[in-house]
């Protein structure tokens, strides 16, 4: 790999980090605008200079880190771990850590108070996952709540259900903010459902069609820009928002690539957040088909989370589109999502005309059809994946 820097002027080092201080430097660093080589970089100038050894710091499965560094600065690093037994892995580690205590983030001490997090995904289309996200914002919104849809599937039904225009390849974009690339304000781009139902509290951050490029885009960014994390993305793209909100709902894709690694990063318990305030909502019908699309987005789940050692909160099932009359196959397949218990049924949504009408009219379940069951099912799921 060829440096990026003037001969001499630094030179790479390679090493090994606990995943979970690599996130945590990766964001730190973010957040005080800081390149990760001048955040490593003083985080070892400042542990040579200590003379108070730290607690030791558990390594194992310590993955890949690297780095540039001014010459001869890692060889004196090695000398000093030498010196004080430890191996070069603890002795970063130990850096790393005292740095993060020496430079909390500037959130730290705030009274902010940070949205709930919905992320409605399964990787298979046709769950209903576009109108539980539309049908659980509109009863947050009901309820008083300021909410923000985001149309993070490049197909835009969400969108096109809420008469919400999709903005056109080659401009402003959540797609382009998510790749550094933003040209203005996020803001903007966001629409207001004017329906005296919500009373201007319900918003929606429209898909847009260079969505379909998402994964390929982040992937060439990530090789291109130090420090930058993929997974992270979304997230940095929709914290200036944050404040505007109580809850922020992702519509998603159907799918398991980066796109999907990014929402359910963004829907991660973060420090100090209660358990079951933001988590994954997965939409699935009563057929076998769901079961196994089910499996494949739990298994991602936890991978992503030992991976980065996250915590991502399963806030429910939804069996959607139901209706007994398929026979076995519907009745069997519902008591096996009931009987899974942990993540809980939230509602069984049947398969009725209401949300249909509603779509064809460009108009919100709630205020189309107010008292119908489903729209009473979408109340139930808010309430339910709020604790």
């Not at 060889?75 to 603890?90: A, E, M």
């Not at 993929?230 to 519509?251: F, G, H, N, Q, S």
């Not at 915590?311 to 009359?325: A, F, K, W």
Request: proline letters at 5%; glycine letters at 8%; hydrophobic letters at 40%.
């Amino acid at each position: 790999m060829a440096s990026p820097y003037p001969e001499g002027d630094r030179e790479k080092v390679a090493s090994k980090l606990p995943s979970a201080l690599q996130q945590a430097l990766k964001v730190r660093a973010a957040e005080l605008t800081l390149d990760i080589q001048e955040a490593v970089e003083a985080a070892i100038t400042n542990w040579r200079a200590t003379t108070s050894l730290g607690s030791e710091i558990e390594t194992a499965g310590a993955k890949s880190f690297s780095t540039w560094l001014p010459p001869g600065l890692y060889d004196d690093f090695k000398d000093t771990c030498t010196s004080r037994g430890i191996s070069y892995t603890q002795g970063l580690a130990q850096s790393i850590r005292d740095w993060l205590e020496a430079n909390p983030s500037p959130q730290a001490g705030t009274q902010v108070t940070e949205p709930e997090r919905k992320i409605v995904g399964n990787q298979k289309g046709g769950v209903g996952k576009t109108a539980v996200s539309a049908g659980i914002a509109q009863a947050y919104a009901e309820d008083g709540k300021r909410v923000l849809i985001v149309d993070f599937d490049p197909q835009g039904h969400l969108s096109e259900q809420l008469a919400v225009p999709q903005i056109e390849p080659n401009h402003d974009s959540l797609v382009s903010h998510m790749c550094g690339e933003g040209e203005g304000d996020l803001r903007d781009l966001v629409v207001t459902i004017e329906d005296p139902r919500f009373q201007k509290r319900l918003h929606v951050l429209p898909a847009c069609f260079d969505g379909f490029l998402l994964d390929a885009k982040i992937a060439v960014v990530g090789t291109q820009k130090r420090g930058f994390q993929k997974e992270a993305a979304l997230e940095m793209a929709l914290r200036p928002l944050e404040t505007d909100y109580d809850v922020i709902i992702i519509d998603c894709p159907p799918s398991l690539g980066i796109a999907m690694d990014a929402a359910l990063y963004y829907g991660r318990r973060r420090r100090g957040e209660r358990a079951g305030v933001s988590g994954v909502i997965i939409p699935v019908l009563a057929e076998d088909s769901s079961l196994t699309a089910y499996s494949m987005l739990a298994q991602q789940i936890d991978d992503l989370c030992e991976d980065l050692s996250l915590e991502i909160d399963h806030l429910g099932l939804v069996v959607n589109l139901y209706d007994s009359r398929r026979g076995y196959v519907a009745t069997s397949t519902l008591d096996s999502w009931k009987s899974v218990g942990d993540p809980k049924v939230l509602a069984v949504i049947g398969d009725l005309k209401e949300q249909r009408e509603a779509v064809r009219k460009k108009m919100p379940l709630l205020s189309y059809a107010p008292h119908s069951d489903q729209a009473e099912a979408m109340r139930q799921v808010a309430r339910g994946a709020s604790r």
